[in-house]
């Protein structure tokens, strides 16, 4: 049974920062590509970071270029979400997402980030 469990959220003040973390569990965590969404109360799910099973290649939405960090360590089978001068934007549901090139998705239940003075 594959179980991806995220942990890392909570409430933090703009400016601040907070790191996720998502572990896996029941997949070979190496050969998974991962990646993060959110989503924001009202409004869809967005892709937020991803990341190659290897590492070496990162992709990241607009909004969040050069503030959010993902990377992962295939020996904890874990990935993460670095995020730094988080705004009230950020707020939503973060989510870990694994999904392999035949179209097998994996979600994790969502840690909550909120983002307010």
């Known amino acids: 049974q594959v179980q991806l469990v995220e942990s890392g959220g909570g409430l933090v003040q703009p400016g601040g920062s907070l790191r996720l973390s998502c572990t896996a569990s029941?997949?070979?965590?190496?050969?998974?590509?991962m990646s993060w969404y959110r989503q924001a109360s009202g409004k869809e799910r967005e892709l937020v970071a991803g990341i190659s099973i290897t590492g070496i290649s990162t992709n990241y939405a607009d909004s969040i270029k050069g503030r959010f960090t993902i990377s992962r360590d295939n020996a904890k089978n874990t990935v993460y979400l670095q995020m730094n001068s988080l705004k009230p934007e950020d707020t939503a549901v973060y989510y870990c997402?694994?999904?392999?090139?035949?179209?097998?998705?994996?979600w994790g239940q969502g840690t909550q980030v909120t983002v307010s003075s």
């Open positions: 029941g997949l070979i965590f190496r050969t998974w590509p």
């Open positions: 997402n694994a999904r392999n090139s035949y179209g097998t998705a994996y």
